[in-house]
């Protein structure tokens, strides 16, 4: 069996509103309600779609903060803790256990890259300052590094190491990680595309972009294919799929930020270098918006 399986189902890769003066916590302690009325599994906070890159660090433990007091154990909290200075990981992990985070995102090192080796170093001496489980973060397309099945072995076993954001778009790899890991990591698919491919190998549900406007269906989709009605779950991934490939248009949040914006979730307001989605992107984006029933 899997240890500290931190949730089944589906988890938001949530926005963080923003605006000209900073974090917009109206707006964030609306959406953050929201996700859980309509039924998310989890939420992901200060991740690539929360824009962790470009908040200070005074706004990313803010921000982690407030979204432990809003969500208020309803269900599980996990936050972007990662980054490209292993010591400052630490230290952000250690801040999110401190204020209640039930779990740490933590993504391999961009531009700075590293060795496999150097991966097994940085993962387990940000695990040992942990409290609280991991999940280790593969984006080779984001980060230029890549997670190989061999370092996924060495760590698989460490107390504090719990599962895997998988968003190599590499199902080969993916099904040779879940053969040779599964026992001790639980495996969620990075990428909306390739929820029920991953699900159909062993995995646990998803860390979703879609799910920050269709928070109910995806959870949803995920539950009916765990729950054995692969033809009702095939059908929505189906549905959903021209509605994914917009949100993925632009480059990820730009698309989402403008989503949840027309959903009326704050100002459509990203920090440089990120800017606001072209209008002929965004038009196919409301479109299909409107075609699976959202009001935009």
Known sequence: MSKNTIFTGAATALITP???????????????????????????????????????DAEHREAIRFAVERIAGRVPMIAGTGGNDTSYA???????????????????PYYNKATQNGLVKMFTAIADASTKPLVLYNIP???????????FKKLMTHPNIAAVKEASGNLSQCISEIYECGEYLDFYSGNDDQT??????????????????????TSEMVHKFLDGDLEGAMAMQLEYLP??????????????????????????????????????????????????????
């Open 196 to 217: 029920l491919p991953i699900l159909s190998i062993g995995g646990k549900g998803v860390i979703s972009v879609l799910s920050n406007v269709l928070p109910k269906e």
């Open 90 to 108: 630490i230290e952000l992990t250690k801040y999110a256990c401190s204020v209640g985070a039930d779990a740490c995102l933590v993504v391999t």
């Open 18 to 56: 923003l605006n000209e003066n900073g974090i917009d916590y109206e707006n964030f302690g609306k959406v953050i309600d929201w996700q859980i009325e309509q039924g998310i599994d989890a939420l992901v906070i200060c991740g690539t779609t929360g824009e962790a890159s470009t908040l200070s």
């Open 243 to 296: 509605l994914i490939n917009a949100l993925f248009s632009e480059v990820n949040p730009i698309p989402a930020k403008a989503a949840m914006a027309k959903l009326g979730f704050g100002e459509n307001y990203l920090r440089m270098p990120l800017t606001p989605m072209e209008d002929a992107h965004a038009e196919v984006l409301y479109e299909e918006m409107r075609k699976v029933g959202l009001r935009v």
């Open 141 to 151: 397309g984001r980060t230029g590094v890549n997670i190989s099945v061999e370092t």
